[in-house]
């Protein structure tokens, strides 16, 4: 059954914890690196500590104290009428007017400038709110560096704030004020004049008194008169509130509860009184070109405009009214008086006296009313919390600056481990090859390192271990990682010899690999040295005759193979290297670079070379040059009788383990297997550590090597180790 290859990159849960469990120190320094910076953080950022206070919206239907109830009842028998909107209010309290006024009682010589930027920000770190949609109640939150910094501004823009409200409201009332006496001193020179007109009158004619009209006439005339009174009043105010209102350059306040008798007309004149002084409050720190300016002096207008229709519809009303019932004083006169025209013109003067007199005693009431509430100083909010707060600063939060770091420092790892991994289409662990091939894995070898140390540099100077130089891992008495792996892989290919029951058949392995520095020579020399210890008698043939480089880190002769093809040496026994640290390994080096390897190697000599070497060895390692590129390896790979792929973990592609299938191979009869050179060790090496990787040729599954035959093969070396000590 063909395999389905899988060539993406797929991260499981359980290899990114095997990735962060191998590389434990990145996360150590990485959290330590973030703690680090958060103390620096927390050691150069001042403490922030949190002011609150609390204020109550005074509405004039919550006034049940002698206090509210007091200023109600001033707020009903005067001019001045203003409603406390709380949202208003809320902005106010967070306008630039305020807030400069604050910085400007703290720091008083600061440039206009300066006091705009210290009052942004002082709004910066200002939070004003109501407690909810329905309440009166608003919340007031400052931040500062200091307690009493803090406490001390929330005080400040709570005082600022009443104090301009209070202004706000006298200056209405002074413009009231002003109104009144203007007015006053007219209807003075007014009654002045008619007195004046009465006596002359009188003089003239000799009238002295006119209360001899009938009773039952007076009383209509009076009654008619009364009403006429009212109407005259209320038209003489409208009057004079059109004529401010048609004045398009006056900046003056309109009298509100002026006695005009109309709801409409004096609900706007508030809410124009109300949009004239918001719009002084923002020309006192902008210009008139703002935007806003420009839109509320064109809400002011149209809104002029409709206080100014409905009074001239008023006025119209009043007149018919009038017109209606001087007629009907006229004809009750006409009756009194048989001769009319005296007392006609002086019924005229006196009643006009009378209407100048009543509105005369109004305005004066009003005067005095008006004075009251100027000296009457409230305010429209109450301080239910003073500005309060706990001793402990709010900001930073140490705990969670603290645990953030180290949060940050874990995660960091995990995510460069994560994008590293998946953007990494190199062969990583046997499961790649499983998943993307069908050779059978026989078995992986850890990196040690060795090829890059010092040991390794200076022994062309003579300095250092022989092994180490070499690259040769595997010795007698060594249990490193190293070891312990080429020794599975010993086991895994005698496994395999076992499981075909070919006996004690000398096999030829050729150890090949399609990259370069993919540790094909140094896996070829450990595992020949491995089979060696184990007591197996074992030929190395360097048959990598461009290159050499078995033979160069043995130290070889330089006659060799291509001696034996060239037919230079009849007999291979005569060029053969003997380790003198392992008895049973005997090396045949490449010798001389020809100049025409390939066809060297197509000799039938070197068929003659293995048939010989079969029947006084029990097993062949053939190290060949890199496939691909050249075709030694694919000549040689036809005398052997199986083939090890050696590929590096970390530098050979995932998508190219297809290139390696049966399939695209020329000797698909022949065995194949894949060796993983050059892992990562994630786990501790020992007994324990069983690689069970060992795939028979026919099905290609899986042979188990089971713990027992590992741990009798380490027995069966303690007692050879034991018995070549004594």
């Known amino acids: 059954m063909d395999k389905k290859h899988h060539t993406e ?68 028998i005067g001019f001045v009428n ?12 967070t306008s630039l007017d305020v807030l400069m006024e604050v910085v400007r009682r ?42 009493i910094e803090a406490e001390r501004v929330l005080t400040l823009i709570i005082d600022v704030y009443n104090e301009k409200w209070t202004h706000a409201k006298q200056l209405a009332t002074r413009n009231t004020a002003q109104f009144i006496d203007t007015r006053l001193r007219l209807l003075e020179k007014d009654l002045d004049l008619v007195d004046d007109s009465i006596a002359s009158f ?55 509860n002026s006695g005009i008798n109309n709801s409409v007309i004096e609900s706007q004149i508030t809410l124009y009184n109300s949009l004239l002084l918001q719009l002084k409050s923002h020309l006192a720190y902008t210009s008139d070109q703002n935007p806003l300016i420009v839109s509320q002096e064109q809400e002011i207008s149209e809104l002029r405009k409709s206080i100014l229709s409905n009074i001239n519809s008023h006025i119209e009303t009043i007149d018919i009214q009038l017109l209606a019932l001087e007629g009907y004083n006229e004809d009750a006169t006409s ?33 005095e009313e008006n004075e009251i509430s100027l000296s009457y ?83 062309p100077l003579g300095i250092g271990s022989k092994h180490k130089s070499s690259g040769i891992v595997v010795g007698h008495d060594m249990l490193d990682p190293s070891n312990e792996a ?69 130290r070889t002769p330089l006659h060799g193979l291509t001696d034996y093809l060239h037919g230079e040496e009849s007999d291979f026994r005569n060029l053969l290297w003997h380790h003198e640290e392992y008895p049973t390994l005997d090396v045949l080096p490449s010798g001389a670079v020809p100049t025409n390897p390939t066809e060297l190697l197509q000799s ?47 530098h050979f592609d995932r998508r190219r383990l297809e290139e390696l299938n049966p399939v695209h191979s020329r000797d698909n009869d022949k065995p194949q297997y894949v060796i993983l050179n050059g892992v990562s060790i994630n786990v501790r090496y020992g007994y324990a550590y069983v690689h069970k990787y060992a795939r028979s040729e026919s099905d290609k599954n899986t042979v188990a090597i089971s713990k027992k035959t590992l741990l009798l093969n380490q027995i069966i070396f303690k007692k050879k180790k034991k018995r070549n000590t004594t």
């Not at 703690?35 to 922030?48: D, G, K, N, S």
């Not at 500590?49 to 006034?63: C, F, I, K, N, P």
């Not at 203003?82 to 309290?93: E, M, W």
């Not at 420092?409 to 499983?434: C, K, M, N, W």
Request: glycine residues 4%; contains cysteine; proline residues 3%.
């Open 9 to 76: 990159s797929v991260i499981t849960i359980l290899d990114l914890w095997h990735l962060c469990a191998a590389r434990w120190r990145w996360f150590v320094f990485s959290v330590s690196c973030c703690t680090l910076m958060a103390i620096l953080y927390l050691l150069r950022t001042p403490y922030l500590y949190t002011r609150q206070a609390t204020l109550m919206v005074l509405e004039e239907s919550l006034g049940q104290n002698t206090t509210e109830a007091n200023s109600n009842e001033l707020s009903r």
């Open 82 to 93: 203003q409603k406390s909107n709380v949202p208003n209010v809320v902005r106010h309290i």
């Open 106 to 147: 703290t720091e008083p010589d600061l440039t206009h400038g300066m006091l705009i930027n210290k009052a942004e920000a002082i709004r910066s770190r200002l939070i004003v709110e109501r407690d909810d949609v329905f309440s009166t109640i608003i919340n007031l939150t400052y931040k500062d560096y200091s307690t």
């Open 202 to 256: 009188k003089s003239r004619y000799g009238i002295t008194d006119l209360e001899h009209v009938s009773d039952i006439y007076l009383q209509q005339q009076n009654q008619s008169d009364a009403e006429i009174l009212t109407l005259s009043n209320q038209k003489a105010m409208a009057e004079y509130i059109r004529g401010l209102l048609e004045d398009k350059n006056s900046q003056h306040m309109l009298l509100v």
């Open 335 to 367: 009756k009194i008086i048989s001769n009319p025209e005296h007392a006609k013109f002086l019924e005229g003067i006196q009643r006009e006296k009378t209407v100048k007199e009543s509105l005369y005693l109004y305005l004066l009431q009003k005067k």
């Open 377 to 459: 100083k409230t305010s429209n909010t109450q301080i239910l919390d003073i500005p309060h707060g706990i001793g402990k600063p709010t900001s930073p939060d140490r705990p969670k600056v603290l645990f953030g770091a180290m949060l940050m420092g874990v995660l960091l790892p995990i995510a460069v481990l994560f994008l590293r991994a998946s953007f990494d289409e190199t062969v990583r662990d046997h499961y790649d090859i499983e998943r993307n091939s069908d050779i059978p894995f026989l078995g992986e070898v850890p990196y040690s390192g060795r090829e890059h140390s010092i040991e390794s540099l200076l022994m």
């Open 486 to 554: 080429f020794r599975i892989l010993r086991n895994n290919m005698e496994a395999i010899v076992a499981n075909k029951e070919l006996g004690n058949t000398c096999r030829v392995y050729l150890v090949k690999s399609t990259q370069i520095e993919s540790g094909k020579t140094y896996v070829a020399m450990n595992l020949a040295i491995t089979k060696a210890i184990g007591g197996r008698r074992v030929l190395f043939i360097d048959g990598d005759l461009r290159q050499a480089s078995a033979s160069r880190l043995w």
């Open 604 to 650: 039938p000599l070197l068929s003659q070379l293995l048939n010989e070497a079969r029947q006084h060895y029990d097993c062949i390692f053939i190290d060949s040059p890199s496939a691909g590129m050249l075709a030694d390896a694919d000549i040689i790979e036809h005398q052997a009788d199986c083939t090890l792929f050696v590929i590096r973990a970390g």
